[in-house]
């Protein structure tokens, strides 16, 4: 998911179950955006709030997909 077609606030699912797994995440859980990262020539990153879990920082947005 490229970083200008996200925007805080989005619902998002990880594309990959066995990363969701790895972090202790159940595999089908929903997070929201919470900020986004980077601008210019730096990849950009974002934050992620899962309920029940940290908030996970600096993750590539290509790891999540939106929920529509």
């Known amino acids: 998911m490229a970083a200008s077609t ?7 699912v990880f594309k990959r179950l ?3 797994e790895t972090l ?3 595999r089908h859980a929903r ?3 919470v900020r986004i990262h980077g601008q210019g020539e730096r990849p950009a990153t ?3 709030a899962f309920e ?3 908030l996970l920082e ?3 947005p290509d790891l999540f ?3 529509h």
């Open 6 to 12: 996200i925007r805080r606030g989005d619902e998002v």
């Open 18 to 20: 066995d990363l969701a």
């Open 24 to 26: 202790g995440i159940w």
């Open 31 to 33: 997070g929201r955006i």
């Open 46 to 48: 974002v934050d992620v």
């Open 52 to 54: 029940g879990h940290e």
């Open 58 to 60: 600096g993750y590539l």
């Open 65 to 67: 997909r939106r929920v």
